[in-house]
């Protein structure tokens, strides 16, 4: 028999209990945080959840926290019930769905205060997007107590910033990375694709392009700041307003000039017409 729509629920209290139940059996439970608007790339969330778990849960939940005045919370994308069948049809267990306050009750006053990972990039762009992040993930992992997390590489900062959280609360549970997912041209799956003209979507995979340019040249012996800046003007010149393009350590984000200093991992922001696009890849070593 085909498989039914995974059922969603809206409140911690009936998460907690479905959880309780799958742990009383002796299950490990993954966790798949989203903000819905569901794509191949949470697809292979899921997929590798169910790899590492007996159960996942999705989370679709559209945090206003992480957004600026500015951003485009109300033009998120929000369709839920074809993430619903999408989810199911990946192996999720349960959807957990909540409204704003059931997540954010009335008196609301805490949040969570980083540095480390969570310092430039992102930031000098969107100063509170992180305390909004981890915020809401550090409540979602406490409210579902999973064994794993499963965060995709295409937001590489995010996934820096919520390992760094959980290893330094102490939160039990690991938090897995899983590779960008990429149409045929090389442009990273994102919800905010659909935002993107048919000549901004023509552009977009320059982005990628220059990324592995720049990795190429670095791998050859170019020195990073000159590749990095090759790829700068790569950038610039296919019509992205460029915000960001650096090389940073891969674990700890901070600026890094050779090689020799560590792993690298080539971050990109950008934004073509309305839409803003990020990128990573790693340097080979």
């Given at each position: 028999m085909p498989r039914t729509t995974v059922r969603p629920v809206h409140t911690v209290q009936e998460l907690r209990q479905q959880v309780s139940a799958w742990r009383a059996a002796g299950e490990r439970i993954a966790l798949v945080p989203t903000m819905g608007a569901l794509h191949?790339?949470?697809?292979?969330?899921?997929?590798?959840?169910?790899?590492?778990?007996?159960?996942?849960?999705?989370?679709?939940?559209?945090?206003?926290?992480?957004?600026?005045?500015?951003?485009?919370?109300?033009?998120?994308?929000?369709?839920?019930?074809?993430?619903?069948?999408?989810?199911?049809?990946?192996?999720?267990d349960l959807?957990?769905?909540?409204?704003?306050?059931?997540?954010y009750p009335e008196g609301f006053a805490t949040t969570v205060s980083l540095t480390g990972p969570a310092l430039g990039l992102e930031t000098d762009f969107r100063p509170t997007h992180f305390?909004?992040?981890?915020?809401?993930?550090?409540?979602?992992f406490i409210q579902a107590a999973p064994d794993v997390a499963m965060f995709g590489e295409k937001d590489y900062q995010q996934l820096q910033v919520v390992t760094r959280m959980a290893r330094d609360l102490d939160l039990p549970l690991n938090v897995i990375g899983v590779p960008t997912l990429r149409e045929a041209d090389g442009l990273a799956l994102s919800s905010r694709n659909v935002y993107l003209s048919a000549d901004e979507r023509a552009a977009a995979p320059v982005l990628y392009r220059a990324l592995?340019?720049?990795?190429?040249?670095?791998?050859?012996?170019?020195?990073?700041?000159?590749?990095?800046?090759?790829?700068?003007?790569?950038?610039?010149?296919?019509?992205?307003?460029?915000?960001y393009l650096e090389a940073r350590h891969a674990q700890?984000?901070?600026?890094?000039?050779?090689?020799?200093?560590?792993?690298?991992r080539l971050l990109v922001a950008a934004r073509i017409?309305?839409?803003?696009?990020?990128d990573n890849i790693a340097v080979p070593s």
């Open positions: 191949a790339g949470h697809m292979a969330l899921m997929t590798a959840g169910r790899q590492h778990a007996d159960r996942v849960v999705l989370t679709i939940f559209v945090n206003p926290t992480q957004f600026a005045p500015t951003e485009d919370l109300s033009r998120y994308p929000r369709t839920l019930e074809a993430d619903l069948a999408k989810a199911s049809a990946a192996g999720a959807a957990f769905v909540p409204d704003v306050a059931e997540m305390s909004g992040v981890a915020t809401v993930v550090a409540k979602l592995n340019d720049a990795a190429a040249a670095i791998t050859t012996g170019t020195p990073i700041a000159h590749a990095v800046e090759a790829a700068r003007v790569t950038v610039s010149g296919a019509g992205f307003d460029l915000q700890t984000l901070a600026p890094i000039q050779s090689l020799a200093e560590g792993p690298v017409g309305t839409t803003r696009l990020i």
